[in-house]
């Protein structure tokens, strides 16, 4: 896992950073804690927003090795 990350600029209360590798997607959430200070609901949020539009995607197709 690499969880990517994202600096926060001036006035800025959260940012959001997605990347995949290897078929595996990982998000990285940062926050200036006077600004959110909620910051594991947020995650929980994100989390179970995924888990809902992962139920609703179609299966992946498995790549097939080159021979």
Known sequence: EAYPQLP????QGLSIAVATY??????GLTADWEIV???SEVT???????????ALAPPAK???AAK
């Open 44 to 54: 929980n949020d994100v989390l179970e927003s995924f888990a809902e539009l992962s």
């Open 62 to 64: 498995r790549k097939r």
């Open 8 to 11: 926060l600029f001036q006035n």
């Open 22 to 27: 290897m078929d595996q997607l990982d998000i």
């Open 37 to 39: 200070p909620d910051l």
